[in-house]
């Protein structure tokens, strides 16, 4: 029994607010992408949404919950209640590492690629047309194939080390001191990246909203004699902002959980 142990390791109190905490997130997070991918499997069966919006709604949902039901749990147990506990094994700690990164730019990249389609297709709509076909297939494994490149290199400056003297039974999950550069790097980059696909996403959203509004301004000026847009036009750009509408609570559910999740961790 090491002195040093309790007064280190959080009160009791302290960890039954956190616990509470982390149980309201988690159980929001999981409800929230849960009913986004029932919502957008019945708005598609209804017509409301194309498929290859609902593609990767349920791929970014899909990514959001995974970050959640690794991350959350995890960091309960080895931060909250055990701190101080032997861990699990150097293996398991490299493998909990991975999925979480993973998982995390999967959802960085999912909400990029979303945003991606939602531009091509309002702002691009010809173009949208002649790639339609495997592209949104492709787009989500992009996400998926790429996000798993990146965080490869935590499998190895990630693992179990101890940090307390005369407590060599006592080690914890976390970045290899051998390996800080490679840690590092891996940090920083997931931070360009994430810093990247938010300025993307901003300018696309602000484009979008530019040409949504174009047809609402072409119809005032026809009741001063300008032509106005035909029914089919109409139409055309009513179901692109149903669809812009629920691809932005989209990314805004997903964003919130995800950086909930990347504080905790």
Known sequence: FDPLVPKLEPTYSVKISMTVLYTLMLAAGIVGNSVTIRVTQVLRRNGYLQKNVTDHMVSLASSDLLVLLIGMPVELYSAIWFP????????????????????????ILNVATLSFERYVAICHPFRHKALSGKRTSVLITFAWVVSVLIALPLLIATGT???????????????????????????????????????CVAFMCRAMVLVLKRPLGSMDDGINGTERPGKHENETMKAARKQTIIFLGELLISDSDHQQCLLNH
């Open 84 to 107: 101080f506990g032997a861990a699990s094994g150097n293996t398991s700690c490299k493998i909990y590492n991975f999925l979480f990164e993973a998982c995390s730019y999967a959802t």
């Open 161 to 199: 080390q101890g940090h307390i003297p005369h407590r060599q039974e006592l080690s914890f999950c976390t970045s290899l001191k051998e390996h800080w550069v490679m840690y590092r790097a891996s940090i920083f980059g997931a931070f360009v990246l994430y810093m990247i696909v938010l300025i």
